[in-house]
């Protein structure tokens, strides 16, 4: 220790300093601010001591009502817990289930289409002239067979069994097919609509309007080119059987009803054409001979009275 004075070194069991005779101060400086400080440092040690105390009371009554709670209602819990994983896991089993099945459902079905071929048409849909012939192939048949309809209803087993060319005549007709293996497989279906518009000939004219004349006169019949008319004149419907016109047809007196039909080369007819004639009769001659049968060949001498429509063209 040293002499607060002098700062000699003072010995230790001494209380004075030899070299000065300055006394040593036993008890240290009285100091407010330490004593401030220490009872603050009591205090904030009697607060937590208080407050550990608070908080473990707190903890030790959540403790005794947790368990008292799990001791009324565990069990209960516990069940609902359980009752949840299984709903759960039966869900996800049949969700998991139901998807692997349209899975595998998808992927045979598309192997199905990728190895049956679609039927074949010899002729592809549209708008023809003519009646067609409609061939269906496949080149799988030794497996199989071919269903089709003609009416757009989906084709099937019950379906009319595909063996030969498919006629299509005049109108509009769906055709659907489809190729059936002996395994029940199924291909996809093949088809489309055709529309058959057929070319009829014009109804023939005539160069005479029907109606009543004194005498005799020639009728000229025009048609369409490439097409033949038939025609009668005693009121009966003319058809392919009925006598050709080659050349203008004299109407004798009396009454005469003419009729015509134009038939092309395809064997399509027109509609008939009709006029009636009423001629005026001639008196008898005195040797008994009377007037001709309307539409024979008796015609007067001389130059024939032919009416033509310079429109017209003459069938030959």
Known sequence: MKC???GADIPEGKFYCEKCGEALQIVPDYNPAEDITIGEEDN???NKDSSD???GEQRSDRKQRFFYLLKKYGPFALVLSIA???TYWTSYQSTFHQDAVTEVAEELESETEQLLEVPSLSLPPGTYGDSIDLVISHDQRSQGLIYYTMDGSTP?????IYNQPVHIDEGTTVIRAVFISNDGLRSEEAGGTYKIVLDYPSEPQFSVNGGDYDSGFYVTITADRESTVYYTTNGEEPDVYSKVYREPIYINPGLTVLQAVAVNKEGRASGIMEEIYNVAETEA???GTGAAEPGTETVPTGELPVQTDPAAVPVQ
């Open 4 to 6: 607060p004075k002098c």
């Open 44 to 46: 904030n040690i009697q």
């Open 53 to 55: 105390a608070s908080s």
């Open 84 to 86: 949840g994983i299984i």
């Open 156 to 160: 099937g087993e019950a379906s009319k």
């Open 285 to 287: 001659p005195e040797d």
